[in-house]
């Protein structure tokens, strides 16, 4: 089982509909989780933290699963400007801290 | 926004040169990372530093090697430049521990000729 695991997409939605993507992880003492964003060509962007309670952000919300091992990004209300890849990124669980990154779900919001 | 830089953004150089791209961070950030990114693909960590005198390679073997000897510097340096090495080079950097996230700057868009 890899690492991190994303469905790479891409996912074509029309604006205004809700897009949700999961992301898998294999170790499971890993202990801070993010999403991060990146354009076409430009760098990966914090997106947001995801927190064991879950947490909001406008139209984005996170959560955490950690008996299944799976963080997940929702996206309400879709704009063209969502689109983008999502990469989720996990660190934690051994001494070093690695971090580890996805390799990205693409996300495409037709008008 | 992020303070950390990287330059230059962009680079055509030929083969068998050496180049060093730059990298620095005011944020006074300990941890520092150098990302290779073909397009469309994945991140690929190349090199990372936890400190002043610390370099460790990463996950994907490269040729490149770095060096940190200061907090805010962390250069990374190809001797002798091929096509192969043609890729987007991410600089990235973060405080310690595991709860804080990495900043990046824009990227090096190399190509060996």
């Known amino acids: 089982r890899k690492e991190v695991e994303q469905d790479p997409g891409p996912f074509n939605v029309p604006e205004g509909a809700t897009v949700a993507f999961n992301c898998t992880y294999s170790?499971?003492?890993?202990?801070?989780f993010f999403w991060y964003r990146q354009d076409c060509r430009k760098e990966p962007k914090l997106l947001m933290s995801?927190?064991?309670s879950g947490n909001e952000d406008g139209r984005f919300t996170a959560q955490l699963n950690r008996a299944s091992q799976y963080i997940s990004l929702l996206i309400r209300d879709s704009k063209l400007s969502d689109s983008a890849t999502y990469l989720c990124?996990?660190?934690?669980?051994?001494?070093?801290?690695?971090?580890?990154f996805g390799k990205g779900t693409r996300l495409h919001i037709l008008p | 926004e992020a303070d950390i830089y990287q330059t230059p953004r962009y680079l055509v150089i030929g083969t068998g040169k050496k180049i060093t791209l730059e990298c620095s961070q005011t944020?006074?950030?300990?941890?520092m990372y150098w990302y290779q990114q073909d397009p469309g693909m994945e991140l690929h960590l190349i090199h990372y530093?936890?400190?002043?005198?610390?370099?460790e390679k990463g996950d994907l073997s490269s040729e490149s090697t770095v060096s940190r000897i200061r907090t805010e510097h962390f250069p990374l340096t190809l001797e002798s430049a091929r096509p192969s090495h043609t890729s987007q080079y991410l600089c990235?950097?973060?405080?310690?521990?595991?709860?804080?996230?990495?900043?990046f700057g824009p990227g090096t868009r190399l190509t060996v000729l």
């Open positions: 990235a950097s973060s405080l310690p521990g595991t709860y804080n996230e990495q900043f």
């Open positions: 170790n499971s003492a890993s202990q801070s």
């Open positions: 995801v927190y064991s």
């Open positions: 990124v996990v660190n934690g669980g051994n001494r070093d801290d690695k971090i580890i």
């Open positions: 944020m006074g950030h300990d941890k």
């Open positions: 530093s936890y400190g002043v005198n610390s370099t």
